[in-house]
């Protein structure tokens, strides 16, 4: 291989590389921007699923993650009884 044909070599390898790494940035941010409304989804099947939930009022995330881990807690104590 001469210099010129391995110096195209190298300037076809880095514009596929860069076009991979471009491509991978793209994808990353797609996924990045359906993560909203999958939290969103999955805040609000917790909702439906435990019942201590108040219903009157919108909570926020935080809320809901300390209604779903004292209905676990609760959960555990009501099982965890000797009978």
Do not use: C, F, G, W
Not at 17 to 28: D, K, V
Not at 35 to 63: H, T, Y
Request: glycine fraction near 0%.
């Amino acid at each position: 291989m001469t210099l010129t044909q391995i110096q195209k070599y190298k300037m076809v390898e880095t514009a596929a590389n860069y076009t991979n790494s471009h491509q991978q940035l793209a994808l990353m941010e797609a996924s990045l921007e359906t993560l909203p409304s999958q939290e969103s989804a999955l805040l609000d099947k917790l909702q439906e699923m435990v019942p201590i939930m108040p219903r009157e009022r919108e909570l926020s995330k935080l809320e809901i993650i300390n209604y779903v881990i004292d209905y676990i807690r609760q959960l555990r104590e009501e099982y965890n009884r000797p009978i």
